[in-house]
Nanobody, 120 residues
Framework: QVQLVESGGGLVQAGGSLRLSCAAS????????MGWYRQAPGKQRELVAA???????NYVDSVKGRFTISRDNAKNTVNLQMDSLKPEDTAVYYC??????????????WGQGTQVTVSS
């Protein structure tokens, strides 16, 4: 079994900061790419930020300069530092990872999501 557990969501005022964390656990041999997606009410889920096993990153244009994704390969953890938050950042944020299990199966996994609400 593989599980992704997010933490760090909450309610903040515009201009504030939050740090999301996602820890992967279970029968993990290795993790390739990890990322954060978000889905706001009435909108499609979008990729916010992603990071490869080698540390290469990419971000959706709307968060560039404000969000920073990082990972700790030893801990199988990915983080998203969110600064200068805007009301439009309000969404459920989901952790995502491509994981190779000890069984040899390579699959994509999702966390349960954590709510981020930014008040104006």
């Amino acid at each position: 079994q593989v599980q992704l557990v997010e933490s760090g969501g909450g309610l903040v005022q515009a201009g504030g900061s939050l740090r999301l964390s996602c820890a992967a656990s279970g029968s993990i041999f290795s993790i390739n790419a990890m990322g954060w997606y978000r889905q706001a009410p009435g909108k499609q889920r979008e990729l916010v930020a992603a990071i490869t096993s080698g540390g290469s990153t990419n971000y959706v244009d709307s968060v560039k300069g404000r969000f920073t994704i990082s990972r700790d390969n030893a801990k199988n953890t990915v983080n998203l530092q969110m600064d200068s938050l805007k009301p439009e950042d309000t969404a459920v944020y989901y952790c995502n990872a491509d994981i190779l299990r000890y069984s040899g199966i390579y699959s994509n996994y999702w966390g349960q999501g954590t709510q981020v609400t930014v008040s104006s």
